[in-house]
């Protein structure tokens, strides 16, 4: 211990760490009224997640579950163990969690300080530093209780690592092996930058090792995790959050949503030109000024990296420069949102700080050499310095406001709701969420999550959309319905199902400036009444038409199951319009056509150009194909890709439909048919089709 | 940091001795012809706009027009002649130069024109003292450029010719740095006088005169020439500056403008220091980046000058140029120990805009607080074009520094030209909205509305300078005592307007709700504009006040308890009377007072009361007889869910689930006498589900028993 302190540095770097972190907490005990909390609900998916691994059910969300990575850091709830070892309670455990992003900032802090140190001078070293600590978007997200301060410090150590090894021939990379391993295991995200770093030593060193593997096998281990739990390569989070894991995916789409983004983040984050003025604080908004870089910051960071790699340490500014970009541009692909003051990106922030420095250290010289009345580089290294920290200082306390303001969101929203069910809501309540962490966390009961972070396989149906998660809840045991949903309303369709038979407690923020909705948080008691009415065909019409007919495949269209089952898949009349929200599958309780009396639930897909599927059938013999519908748009129908006509029927009218189109039994030939269905090539572009249900009867 | 070696640098444009006019008789033609041109561009587009009319584009100018003339007329600082002063007009120094136009007859539109005149003579003093500046600091070249920027640039054009105190202030500021300049090391003596001028021109010039006495002691200091410090002229421009403030604190009350306690969101009630400082950094950083980064805004075909939307300020990246112009010299001054001219373009540029950041953090009028620090910007601009051009001309051999020069500053010359071009036309406009708005509603006004009948209205100052009658400005700038009720909303404006018996036969508004107050009798004229983007129309209603004071009883009557005290919620005086504070769940929320007309729960007579809505909660002090058992009652509109605390120590909920809508409902709350131990008791009154439930509050009464019963 004694050892550390020889180094003054620690010191003052630990004093202005405790600083802003007490300022901070002031805030957030000033906005919250005095009560912990933190700023993400997410903190509380780390905590759950801890506290059922303590309790002996790893990777549980809840207690007998299959497990799920909703934990996007692996080793982040074993940081998190000691804590409640300690014998801090639920609510006490975010005095750890906190004191934990302190240490890591006082960590992160001094490796910001000795790269600056190592790279000129010490007083560089010592203004890098001052940089960090006083960058508000960086103090918010290690306080925040998430493992973002894990992340950075990780990244920061291999940086270091790097730096001291790099130059040194006999060096075999000990630490810096060691070093992005744990980058590795703090964040996914780690695996690219450590594939970065080991392919770049390969390439400009000509240096192999095996020991290179050691990261890069950890971060391919985590992969064959997900594979394993999930059935996909990403975690959970990344399921249902990315945009890469939307149905009907394209390249083209994502190049230009990432690369939108990046432009975004370039010019409006690092050039500190975001946002445009409003009084109010919304931390999703992105149009909105926040106080991120100081204007012109990226101009001197890409002086920073042309030095670097020009004149001084070429390797190691080529990695850093290359670490910076995969990574920002990593975060553009899978995550291009503006949420939670960008947080996904701030990990990265450290580097770019140290870079811009640099950038500025360089500028300065190149300046005090050309200008006459400059006559030492410091005055303007000094000049434009403090202008950048005193951007600093300006983003340490609007961050530290915006810190208690959304702690105040997620104590008087999420927490006093995870308390109020823990209270109010019977032991062996079934609970679907679309906020999962404190709600659970707190309220000890058997959640269902909605967005798929904690409830395995919900997280393909939450990104398909309403329909596919209404099919997945239907698809339960019917023991297992949740009895009650805590949503915010306005985020699904389940008002206009019906299913929402009482409301029995909001909670509401008066001015919301992280929660996911203006909207108040809403608990509601469910009525499954409806649940499976669409299983059947409901047109007695129909019915008799089927006298001779058997049932010999069904596909639920919106069921994920199902789909996959049949090999279903639509397509689009323009690519990517997944991005968008108006295609995706929807489900509707409307009365039957046929049927009036009948009113039933299903969900479907609003097919925009043509869909496809293959099923089970016997050779030879006629074909009846049922379809629910509440469009008339006529289709073109293909049975073993060859055109056998189009299917017209009757305008329903908000009703549902049922039809049925007919395939003479010549046109199938095996045990498997495919079939396709397209939108009319004359209506293409301006009509859309819904499918909900198909049947596919064969005479007896 | 070590010094770096010296490459050969190139040498500079030959430096000249400046002296006065007479050495560059060319330039000064130069400026006056661009100033007199640039002028009548901004004359044609009023005319063009307001078909055929002169007017100014921003209805704050009135406000000056009004104090000059009571100024000229022997009541100065009286809104109203007769009346307790006030200090609306933000610029002493200004009112003082408007007055001798009044005194000479200039009255009425004239008073225009001669404004007008003022600010092209100030647009001229200003463009002649950044070349003077240039040429002093480096040469005749940065001289021209720094003058050709200033003159060009749209917002200060447009801001010098509002009718406003910009172009005195600006002048001031660039001739005490001229000064400043002059007499490095020659006594300051006329730098102290333009100081002191500074101090009076505008309230910001307050801070920057106490800036600059201070950077002048501190560079006394560090030259070890303390001796120095007895010459206690060179306190001047912060004594004038404090006993600005003095005299503010003695005609007001304050030591703070009425314009300032009126408008500016520092004095909303409530407003804590964390919120204050992150909507000022929000501000300030929308100022530089947008602003003098040069970045401003999203593009829009129309021109609005409210919206924040893309316009032509400053070319981009001009912040840039302005760090490298000015800072690293500012820098060296520290370093050298002699600080001056560099430092305080600095300390004054970025302290005045953070100024304006604290106190009107608005995107208002083209931002017209920050203007008068524009054209410190355009010198540190300018410097920084220069330095970066010796720069590129040491670094590309081919490139010579006076072509190099002229040809960056050509870029941001480009950007003015077109920001001139951008002002001209939304100065017209501007005029034009204001014209037809405010002078076809001061004519209404006079044909329409008899002379002794009492208007109050919302501050719409060319009103109230046409019209010189007896006027309540319900904003508070110019009737004493109203600022703090307005800055509480409406509630407490009512209140303070029954508690003080005025009741004004008339409202004109262009902002306050009274919808619902009953007030709003019947509306007689409507001042609308019509342009390409929406102006709030101004209203003019006939009030109702037969129901003034009809909220002062309760309904509720109790046998054998006498009524002990009172609290009028929202009447701004009972509850200072009664030490009565309210919070919100969450500070800032800025949940403001109401005025509602409604009937009263099992009585049908109709009650006008004040209140607030309440999201935290609130106490007060009350008058008490100690052991007697108490009912509090309270006027409320709707349901509530409260915990109340007596004394600190005894806790009793207070839940009435009664929710009527549109009815006042009188709550009953018993408290024993037990708790009840001084005859001062204090209740605090909280909400039971914060950021769940907003309740209101309009009256208090509280009842106690005649007889100490004891226990209760």
Known sequence: MKGIFKHKEIIWILIITLLVSIFYLCTMFYYTMGHLSTPLDDTFIFLQYTWQLIHGHPLQYNTGDSPTTGATSIIYPFFLIPGFLLGFDKIAILYYTFSLGVIFLTISGWLVFNIGKRLINYKIGVLMCLLFLFNGPIIWVFLSGMDAGLFTTAILATMYSLLLELDDNEQRYKLTIWSASFMTLARPEGFFLAVVIFCSIFLLKRKKSYYFLIPIGLGIGQIGLNYIFNGTLSANTMTAKSVLTKPNVNLLDMVATSGKYYAYILKDIFSGFNGEFSVQMETNEGRQVSVYFAPFSLIFFLFGVLFLILKERSKFGIIVSVCFFIGTLAVATALPFKWHWHRYLIPYYSIFLIVTLLGIYHFSDLMSRAVSSFNNSKYVFYGLSSFLLSFAFLSTIYFGVAYGKNCKDIYFQQMTLGKWIDENLPEDAIIAVNDLGALKYFGNRYVIDLLGLGTKGMARSWVNGAGSVYEHLENLDSKHYPQYFIIYPNWFVFDRLGMLEEEIAQFKLLRPTIAGSGAPMVVYKIDWEFAHSGDEIQSTDILKQLEWYKLVDKVDVGDLESELKHKYKFWESEPGMYYGMNYQDQALKLPCLEELGNVIIDAGRMITAGERMVIDTTPGRDLKIIKRTMTFTPLEVYINDKLLGVWNHRNAEDNWTETVYTVAGRHITSDKTKVRFEIHRELKHHYTCFSAHYWFYQKV | ?712
């Open chain 2, 1 to 712: 940091m070590a010094k770096v070696k010296k490459k050969k640098v190139k040498p500079e444009f030959k430096r000249k001795k400046v002296k006065l006019l007479t050495t560059t008789p060319k330039y000064y033609h130069i400026l006056i012809s661009m100033v007199i041109g640039i002028t009548i561009l901004y004359l044609i587009s009023t005319f063009y706009y307001t078909g055929g009319h002169f007017f100014l584009p921003v209805d704050d100018s009135f406000l000056h027009f009004h104090y000059a003339n009571q100024f000229s007329q022997g009541h100065p600082f009286q809104y109203n002649s007769g009346e307790a002063p006030t200090t609306g007009a933000s610029s002493l120094l200004y009112t003082i130069l408007l007055a001798p136009g009044f005194f000479i007859g200039l009255s009425g539109d004239w008073i225009i024109y001669y404004s007008f005149l003022l600010g092209i003579l100030f647009l001229f003093l200003s463009s002649w003292l950044i070349f003077k500046i240039g040429m002093l600091i480096f040469d005749k070249s940065l001289g021209i450029i720094a003058s050709l920027l200033f003159i060009l640039n749209g917002p200060i054009t447009w801001g010098y010719l509002s009718g406003t105190e910009i172009g005195l202030f600006s002048t001031i500021i660039l001739a005490t740095l001229y000064s400043l300049l002059q007499e490095q090391d020659s006594g300051y003596k006329k730098t102290i006088i333009l100081g002191a001028l500074l101090a009076i021109a505008h309230p910001a010039g307050i801070i920057l005169s106490i800036l600059f006495v201070l950077i002048l002691i501190l560079n006394i200091i560090l030259k070890g020439e303390v001796a120095k410090l007895k010459n206690l002229y060179l306190f001047i421009p912060a004594v004038v500056g404090v006993s600005y403030l003095f005299l503010n604190l003695i005609l007001t009350g304050s030591i703070f403008s009425t314009l300032l306690q009126a408008k500016s969101p520092l004095f909303s009630p409530n407003t804590p220091l964390l919120e204050i400082l992150a909507r000022s950094i929000k501000f300030y950083v929308y100022l530089l980046k947008e602003i003098f980064g040069g970045f401003n805004g999203t593009y829009s075909e129309m021109i609005d000058s409210n919206a924040g939307q893309s316009a032509t300020y400053f070319a981009p990246f001009s912040l840039l140029f302005f760090l490298l112009g000015a800072l690293p010299l500012a820098i060296k001054e520290i370093y050298s120990k002699k600080l001056g001219f560099n430092i305080l373009i600095i300390s004054w540029f970025f302290i005045g805009i953070g100024l304006a950041s604290i106190t009107f953090p608005t995107d208002y009028s083209w931002n017209m607080y920050i203007i008068p620090y524009y054209p410190l910007f355009l010198i540190g601009v300018v410097m920084g074009i220069y330095h970066f051009s010796q720069a590129i001309t040491n670094m590309v051999s081919t490139m010579p520094l006076k072509e190099t020069f002229y040809g960056i500053s050509a870029f941001f010359i480009a950007f003015s030209v077109f920001g001139t071009s951008f002002f001209v036309v939304a100065y017209g406009k501007n005029c034009k909205d204001n014209y037809h708005q405010k002078v076809g509603l001061v004519n209404w006004v006079k044909e329409n509305i008899p002379p002794n009948i009492t208007i109050a209205m919302t501050g719409i100052n060319t009103l109230k300078y046409y019209e010189n009658r007896n006027f309540i400005d319900l904003l508070g700038v110019g009737t004493k005592g109203l600022a703090k009720a307005s800055q509480n909303g409406v509630g407490s404006i009512f209140e303070w307007l029954e508690d003080k018996k005025l009741y004004p036969e008339c409202f004109i508004l262009d902002r306050l709700d009274f919808t619902h107050s009953g007030l709003l009798k019947e509306q007689v004229h409507s001042a609308k504009v019509v342009g390409v983007r929406a102006i709030e129309p101004i209203n003019v209603y006939k009030t109702n006040w037969s129901l003034a004071n009809s909220g002062d009883e309760p309904v509720t009557s109790f046998n054998n308890h006498k009524l002990i005290d009172k609290i009028d919620i929202a009447n701004l005086d009972s509850e200072s009377e009664h030490n009565y504070r309210f919070w919100e769940a969450e500070p800032g929320l800025d949940i403001t007072t109401y005025v509602y007309e409604f009937p009263c729960l099992n009585n049908p007579r109709m009650v006008i009361d004040g209140g607030r809505v309440l999201s935290g909660g609130e106490s007060m002090v009350i008058k008490t007889m100690p052991n007697h058992g108490m009912k509090i009652v309270m006027r409320t509109t709707g349901p509530l869910k409260l915990d109340v605390v007596v004394n600190k120590k005894y806790r009793k909920k207070w839940i009435d689930e009664r929710n009527y809508g549109n009815l006042w409902v009188e709550s009953i709350l018993a408290i024993p006498g037990k708790w009840i131990t001084s005859t001062q008791t204090k209740i605090h009154i909280e909400i039971k589900d914060k950021q769940q439930d907003t309740y209101s509050s309009a009256y208090y009464w509280f009842f106690q028993e005649e007889v100490n019963k004891g226990e209760n």
